[in-house]
């Protein structure tokens, strides 16, 4: 097939037809929600795709717009009652696009430097990341908020890249029960150290030894959704080779699990090994004892690719409700998107900040000291605009809040001392 039309009709016709056109999806997708436009929503985003499929319009700047716009959170899969495969449509679709679509020179370079050059690369991710270790000092933190949101964005307290101290054989440090894989990735690794060292704790204490193979890079997720599929395999092949010696591979960021576990679809032969995200794992296995008191008020907040993607919603709720001292409530929207959603915070900016505002009034509600979720990009996202509103609350990964609660001698009884990488304010 010749045509960009015949391409994308072979590839996704099949899974458009599943959609029934009945709009369930419209009142869970936040760009819906914000804008109230049909083609800013699910049904409307595969209508276009069907008509560039078939031919009907071209893929001029304005559909382009909308669909770009799409926040890939896939809220809608979970309200559709037809099975609609939305995530896969708009992926594919992307990837067709992005061999017809104009690009800036600017946009050309972000990709090659930012998504081939750096991201996949551990070292040099790691020289990146080493000036970020200023922003632990509370007045250079300071300064740098008041560039604004981008500024706002950068990592709150870096430390060295975990994969830098740590072997690639952690044994279990309880009675042996197998051996696992943890996917350390790009950014995870390079400024979220302490999620890694959290999650090896939690997962050495319930009796596994954790593999952290070298040779593992980036999960292409980011590229995925970008469109760039091919370079996006060519690291999942990567890792399917890095994870040969292992039956299970644990991801503790939402995004980077989505991705993983979608390897046989973008690889067309599945991985050798299960993907199974951190919470799903301890929920499964066990936790092992949690002694030390967590004295915190705190508010989950699904990431959209753990809850939508992966359909991971109560085995969360399980391991916070089994934290000594610790107070869960209930947040209102913590199913919707907070704008982060790879780098759409980036690239779309004022959607973002939306989005952002929604979800920051409804922390507001709960009386919450504590957010807990589960991905690199929430995280930031919600950290920055929390410290930006001047909000007393920090933001941690459940990994975090799980490992504060093991027994420690330090721990000093609250659950406060014994947690990594507290937020500067």
Known sequence: MSTFADALRADVDAKLRACVHCGFCLPECPTYQETGRETDSPRGRLHLIDALARGRIEPVPVVLGHLDACLDCRACETACPSGVAYGAVIE????????????????????RVALRWLL?????????????????RPGVRRAVDRLGRL????????GRPFSSGAPEVVPATAPHRGRVGLLLGCVMDAVMAPVHAASVRLIAGAGFDVHLPRAQTCCGALHLHGGDRAFAARLAARNVAAFAEVDEVVVNA??????MAEIGELLGEAPP???????????????????????????????CHLLHAAGVDAAPLRLLDAVP?????????ADRC???????????????DRLLARKLDEIAATGADLVVTANPGCQMQLDAGLRLRGAAVEVRHLAEVLAAALATPNSGGDGRRARPNRTAR
Do not use: K, Q
């Open 92 to 111: 594919r679709t992307r990837g067709h696009l992005d061999r017809v679509r104009p690009r800036t020179l600017v946009a050309r370079a972000v990709r």
């Open 120 to 136: 996949p690369h551990r070292r040099r991710l790691a020289l990146l990341a080493a000036p970020l270790r200023l922003l632990a």
């Open 151 to 158: 500024g706002a964005l950068a990592p709150t307290a870096v």
């Open 254 to 259: 939402a995004g980077c699990g989505s991705a």
């Open 273 to 303: 090994f299960r993907v199974s995200d951190l919470a799903t794992f301890l929920d499964r296995v066990g936790l092992p004892p949690l002694t030390t008191p967590v004295r915190r008020r705190a508010a989950w907040d699904a990431p």
């Open 325 to 333: 001292g610790l107070e869960r409530v209930p947040l209102l929207g």
């Open 338 to 352: 907070c704008g982060s959603a790879g780098i759409y915070n980036l690239t779309h900016p004022e959607m973002a």
